[in-house]
């Protein structure tokens, strides 16, 4: 009866391998658990939170990875079952209070690839890190706006002043509007030298002419370097190289942009007014509107103003617009037109010119001879193609989604093209300029106050919308959190 009662016992004791296997088990199952409730809850938040309002999955408006999210979930909640059921199948429930430290312990540790799995799957977001508070309903209107590379800083420009925000988004120097009465009417695309134009517009009762005084802003301390009043102003303005140049009723004229004295001034052809300026290292570019014949572009030499060449310019919808003046470039009549030095056209005909409508040139970028714009494919579609200014041709295109647009273009720290697209989310896209490849997937902007315009440099957005009512600056930072 003894040797009876020993086998019993033995019988229905545990092996060594087999607790430690049902430790190994339990612990597992602790962690799958774990993985499986926190993807639940993510894909709950996804759903409930991230997904947009206005669109269905089906329609694009599922938020990235969370098809993936909720298979991983599943599966996870599937393998937690399994493991739980074998871990106590036949055994009596685990009571050992160590081991139920350390499968705590293994869950909450289970959590941090759980959660990087989650990030891979969401991909990178973005949201607001700091602002400026809106400026309210008196401030002016927004004309555009700079950026300092020297010291990475951004400079906004309204026409009551303007405001520079340092590397930090925090105010730095003013330049607030002048006694008399003039308010900014114009500014120059380039900042050469770290030097901005301003054009100040006479106080006339209902407002003067445009251009009728220059301003030229140190953009590093804020100061003006020198000032110049025009007579005979058409509002138009531009810097480039050791230029500031100006348009007038019958002239255009140069100054240096250093000292502001006056370079040349060039008579414009009898009969024409000048629509837009552009200076270049060594060019500038005018073009000239005639009521008998029509639209041209002319090329002044930098040196003495002297007419270089002078070229027609087809008839279209919208009015031509200067694209580059090194390489000479401009889109008329809905084509990219490309000029040698000569004045001849590069490429192809007009009619075989690539499609580039006018459109907010806000959203036009050039990097040295690379010219990039958003081109309408579809009825909804834009894509957005690059083109070579030194023959016309196209380089490359991006989808960035069906149905979506972009909404302005920027050089990122990198070199690489920044741009914004907006469908169901908004995306911050990295593509090489060379190819239009992007680097990696685009970023999810989150809960931004956007305008409609806007100006991107960096992770810094500048809103160009009047009213007052939106942040005139803030920054962007990668999403830690969910």
């Known amino acids: 009866m003894g040797t009876s009662g020993t086998s019993g016992t033995s019988g229905t004791s545990e092996s060594f391998a087999g607790r430690v296997l049902r430790h190994v088990l339990v612990a597992a199952a602790c962690a799958v658990s774990a993985v499986a409730v926190l993807y639940g809850v993510l894909s709950v938040k996804l759903a409930a939170v991230d997904l947009s309002a206005e669109v269905s999955c089906t329609a694009g408006g599922c938020p990235r990875g969370l098809g993936w999210l909720v298979l991983w979930a599943l599966a996870a909640g599937a393998g937690a079952a399994l493991l739980w059921r074998a871990a106590v199948k036949g055994r009596r429930p685990y009571r050992s209070a160590g081991g139920r430290a350390a499968a705590a312990v293994i869950a909450l540790a289970a959590l941090v690839p759980g959660w990087l799995g989650f990030s891979w799957l969401r991909g990178p977001y973005m949201d607001l890190f700091g602002y400026q508070a809106p400026e309210g309903p008196a401030a002016g209107r927004p004309l555009g706006s700079w950026e300092d590379r020297g010291t990475g800083s951004v400079i906004r420009v309204r026409t009551d002043g303007v405001t520079d925000y340092d590397g ?15 308010a900014v009417c114009a500014m120059s695309p380039q900042t050469p030298d770290h030097t901005g134009i301003l054009a100040y517009a006479d106080p006339a009762p209902g407002g003067g002419a445009c251009g009728s005084r220059l301003v030229a802003v140190d953009l590093t301390t804020g100061e003006q370097r020198w000032t110049a009043d025009v007579a005979n102003p058409a509002g138009k303005v531009s810097a480039g190289g050791s230029l500031a140049v100006t348009a007038t009723a019958d002239a255009v004229l140069a100054h240096d942009l250093r000292g502001g004295t006056e370079r040349w001034r060039s008579p414009l052809p009898e009969g024409t007014d000048a629509t ?3 200076a270049g290292p060594d060019r500038v570019l005018v073009l000239a509107r005639s009521a008998a014949s029509g639209s041209a572009l002319l090329a002044l030499d930098g040196r003495t103003g002297a ?41 192809a005909g007009t009619a075989d010119a690539p499609y580039v409508p006018a459109g907010d040139v806000r959203r036009w970028l050039v990097l040295g001879d690379v010219f990039v714009a958003p081109v309408p494919e579809r009825e909804k579609r834009e894509v957005l193609a ?20 972009v909404r302005t273009l920027g050089t ?8 914004v697209s907006r469908g169901p989310y908004t995306h911050l896209w990295h593509l090489d300029p060379a190819t239009g490849r992007p680097a990696g997937e685009p970023t999810v902007l989150r809960d931004l106050p956007l305008g409609e315009s806007i100006a991107l440099y960096g992770r810094t957005f500048v809103n160009l919308d009047p009213g007052g009512t939106l942040p005139p600056i803030f920054d962007v930072d990668p999403v830690i959190g969910w």
């Open 412 to 419: 990122g720290r990198t070199g690489r093209i920044a741009v």
């Open 307 to 347: 007419l270089a060449w002078q070229a027609p310019l087809p008839a279209g919808i919208d009015a031509p617009r200067l694209v580059s003046a090194a390489p000479a470039a401009v889109v008329a009549a809905g084509r990219l037109l490309a000029f040698d030095d000569a004045g001849r056209p590069r490429g």
């Open 168 to 182: 930090g988004g925090r105010r730095g120097w003013g330049l607030g509007a002048p006694a008399d009465g003039r």
């Open 276 to 278: 837009e300026v552009l």
């Open 386 to 405: 690059a083109y070579s200014l030194r023959d016309g041709r196209l380089l490359w295109r991006r989808v960035l989604g069906d149905d979506w647009s």
